[in-house]
């Protein structure tokens, strides 16, 4: 099984602050990722496909990158309502979520 | 628009069962896998499998082989997830998802929590 490790698992910045969230496969899913927002009491929502494809409708301050292992998020400038907790995901082989970043306002 | 709409929160006794339901629109059921997703309260997300719409055939992950069923109502547009012999660390919230083929999960239901307790 594919596993995948984020990392950090709490991330604190300022709104306004470039924020990087890390992702790393165990095995080359080459760039079947996809990274989602997820907020308390709702469904996640799909911010980044194929590892750097923007979902329609999500701002262009997130934007992904990264193939093979190494997989990165990145918020351009930080705004408040971007608090959540951020998850990557593979579906190279099955499907495999990591455990998750909790962003938070410093 | 697209939306996936799952039935409501389920209190149960541990041994029991429970049946999920997720109700599709706004697009053609068959063409598209649906996928199911578990999220412990306070932890993250685990994928559970699919079912292909189209052949109705399911594919479960290792750790939801035996007391998880997968089943469709094509003619409803609606999957199922049904769960056997409840246990108390199957209290959870259940998820269906939307993807095509070896793809992102673009379109989610709202969630169903169950909750397992004597």
């Known amino acids: 099984d594919i596993q995948m490790t984020q990392s950090p698992s709490l991330l604190s910045a300022s709104v306004g602050d470039r924020v990087t969230l890390n992702c790393k496969a165990s095995?080359?899913?080459?760039?079947?990722l996809a990274w989602y927002q997820q907020k308390l009491g709702e469904a996640p929502k799909l911010l980044i496909y194929n590892a750097n494809s923007l979902q329609t409708g999500i701002p262009s301050r997130f934007s992904g990158s990264g193939s093979g292992t190494d997989f990165t998020l990145t918020i351009s400038s930080l705004q408040p309502e971007d608090v959540a907790t951020y998850f990557c995901?593979?579906?190279?082989?099955?499907?495999?979520f990591g455990a998750g970043t909790k962003l938070e306002l410093k | 628009q697209i939306q996936l709409v799952q039935s409501g929160p389920e209190l149960k006794k541990p041994g029991e069962s429970v049946k999920i339901s997720c109700k599709a629109s706004?697009?053609?059921?068959?063409?598209?896998?649906m996928h199911w997703v578990k999220q412990a309260p306070g932890k993250g997300l685990k994928w559970m499998g699919w079912i292909n719409t189209y052949t109705g055939k399911p594919t479960y992950a290792d750790d939801f082989k035996g007391r998880f069923v997968f089943s469709l109502e094509a003619s409803a547009s609606t999957a199922n997830l049904q769960i056997s012999n409840l246990k108390n660390e199957d209290t959870a919230t259940y998820f269906c998802a939307r993807s095509s083929l070896i793809a992102a999960f673009a379109y989610w239901g709202q969630g169903t929590l169950v909750t397992v307790s004597s």
């Open positions: 995901q593979q579906y190279y082989s099955g499907s495999t």
């Open positions: 095995q080359n899913i080459y760039k079947n």
């Open positions: 706004g697009y053609t059921f068959t063409d598209y896998a």
